[in-house]
T-cell receptor
Framework: KQEVTQIPAALSVPEGENLVLNCSFT??????LQWFRQDPGKGLTSLLL?????REQTSGRLNASLDKSSGRSTLYIAASQPGDSATYLC??????????????FGSGTRLLVRP | NAGVTQTPKFRVLKTGQSMTLLCAQD?????MYWYRQDPGMGLRLIHY???????AKGEVPDGYNVSRLKKQNFLLGLESAAPSQTSVYFC???????????FGPGTRLTVL
């Protein structure tokens, strides 16, 4: 069964810092991996989708990398801003032989960017 | 495009009451999902649908029923609510397997 771990669980940084959020998964047979942000009391906003054949995906100040063979993904945030404060979730898809194609979620990294 | 919408946003029920949560998407997506999010347990799949008229069980289906009579709508029902069903419920949809999944804003349910 796929298990997803996100380290650290919480992170506090001053504004302007570059930072890396880590995601590891136990089963490398994934089709893709999606990164989300979740603001308190809100839904999940999709940030990046990285396919299993890709190594990196970029959107603005965000860059996600994927190393499928080692079961790792990282989300790099450049020049962090207070508006980046949120919980970040990674979710690989999918488990082999699972016809639902559901996402498997980690518990997230709670990020606070201090002004 | 409204994307994925959920109704209601908040609800408080008493044990034994029933209710239906509605999810609607305007992206013509085939796949729709109901997840629940609980502290320390992440998001877990309750039920899903791979197209109009189809439904299937996910990881934690007990106590819930679903229906997908129209392609754009996916309903989640609680026939007899229990305190263990206190949670935040999210609906999601995608057009194709392996594609990006889009989530609704969530329904916060409290069962007393």
């Amino acid at each position: 069964k796929q298990e997803v771990t996100q380290i650290p669980a919480a992170l506090s940084v001053p504004e302007g810092e570059n930072l890396v959020l880590n995601c590891s998964f136990t089963d490398s047979a994934i089709y893709n991996l999606q990164w989300f942000r979740q603001d308190p009391g809100k839904g999940l906003t999709s940030l990046l989708l990285i396919q299993s054949s890709q190594r990196e995906q970029t959107s603005g100040r965000l860059n996600a990398s994927l190393d499928k063979s080692s079961g790792r993904s990282t989300l790099y945030i450049a020049a962090s801003q207070p508006g980046d404060s949120a919980t970040y979730l990674c979710a690989p898809c999918c488990e082999p032989m699972d016809s639902s194609y559901k996402l498997i979620f980690g518990s997230g990294t709670r990020l606070l960017v201090r002004p | 495009n409204a994307g994925v919408t959920q109704t209601p946003k908040f609800r408080v029920l008493k044990t034994g009451q029933s209710m239906t949560l509605l999810c609607a998407q305007d992206m013509n997506h085939e796949y729709m999902y109901w997840y629940r999010q609980d502290p320390g347990m992440g998001l877990r799949l309750i039920h899903y649908s791979v197209g109009e008229g189809t439904t299937a069980k996910g990881e934690v289906p007990d106590g819930y029923n679903v229906s997908r009579l129209k392609k754009q709508n996916f309903l989640l029902g609680l026939e007899s609510a229990a305190p263990s069903q206190t949670s935040v419920y999210f609906c999601a949809s995608t057009g194709q397997p392996y594609n990006e999944q889009f989530f609704g804003p969530g329904t916060r349910l409290t069962v007393l």
